[in-house]
């Protein structure tokens, strides 16, 4: 059970991954929502293993990675009612991992042998928005228009920003022992 950094107003969103009752090897995922009030609740299933969800700023729709038999990874996108209505193969050597929104853009961390890198899919394609480098990503979401998310370039982990307008990288912290699932508060000041 994973549950998402990301609640909105109305919906918290995670997803699970269930063993077959039958065969032990076989497991599927699903994408899992419900209202903050515990009513509503919804299940996605899509065609290969769904996970980490994001959903947009309305709430309307949310992007999902979806892994399938062969190994390939694809970005899926999910109504508010959670049936599959697209779906984006990544890249060829990529293997997405997580996924964010800044409006109608879907940013994703993905994996490839040269390391981790940021794309962004826009208008059907993708686009390279951080170039692969032998580190680990983690933890991406989004503040005040800027993709945050945590990575040990340093050789622990650290919190950055990248601004997806002028691709400038910030690092925002600097611990002698590094940290993780950095948040804002509602007043811009640290949790």
């Given at each position: 059970?994973?549950?998402?950094?990301?609640?909105?107003?109305?919906?918290?969103?995670?997803?699970?991954?269930?063993?077959?009752?039958?065969?032990?090897?076989?497991?599927?995922?699903?994408?899992?929502?419900?209202?903050?009030?515990?009513?509503?609740?919804?299940?996605?299933?899509?065609?290969?293993?769904?996970?980490?969800p994001s959903p947009d700023a309305s709430g309307t729709?949310?992007?999902?990675?979806?892994?399938?038999?062969?190994?390939?990874?694809?970005?899926?996108?999910?109504?508010?009612?959670?049936?599959?209505?697209?779906?984006?193969?990544?890249?060829?050597?990529?293997?997405?991992?997580?996924?964010?929104?800044?409006?109608?853009?879907?940013?994703?961390?993905?994996?490839?042998?040269?390391?981790?890198?940021?794309?962004?899919?826009?208008?059907?394609?993708?686009?390279?928005?951080?170039?692969?480098?032998?580190?680990?990503?983690?933890?991406?979401?989004?503040?005040?228009?800027?993709?945050?998310?945590?990575?040990?370039?340093?050789?622990?982990?650290?919190?950055?920003?990248?601004?997806?307008?002028?691709?400038?990288?910030?690092?925002?912290?600097?611990?002698?022992?590094?940290?993780?699932d950095f948040q804002y508060s509602?007043?811009?000041?640290?949790?």
């Amino acid at each position: 059970f994973i549950l998402s950094r990301y609640a909105l107003f109305i919906k918290i969103f995670w997803s699970e991954t269930k063993d077959d009752t039958r065969w032990n090897l076989q497991t599927k995922s699903v994408i899992r929502s419900m209202t903050k009030n515990g009513k509503g609740k919804h299940t996605s299933e899509g065609n290969g293993l769904m996970h980490n969800p994001s959903p947009d700023a309305s709430g309307t729709r949310t992007a999902a990675v979806s892994y399938g038999i062969g190994g390939r990874s694809s970005l899926e996108i999910l109504n508010d009612e959670g049936t599959v209505t697209a779906s984006y193969d990544a890249p060829d050597s990529l293997q997405l991992v997580e996924t964010a929104w800044i409006g109608d853009d879907i940013y994703a961390t993905a994996i490839s042998d040269n390391g981790y890198g940021i794309y962004r899919f826009s208008s059907g394609s993708w686009k390279t928005m951080l170039e692969p480098q032998p580190v680990m990503m983690k933890d991406l979401s989004v503040h005040d228009g800027e993709l945050m998310f945590t990575c040990d370039r340093t050789g622990v982990h650290e919190l950055y920003h990248l601004n997806p307008a002028d691709g400038i990288l910030r690092q925002k912290t600097s611990l002698r022992y590094g940290a993780s699932d950095f948040q804002y508060s509602e007043d811009g000041k640290w949790l």
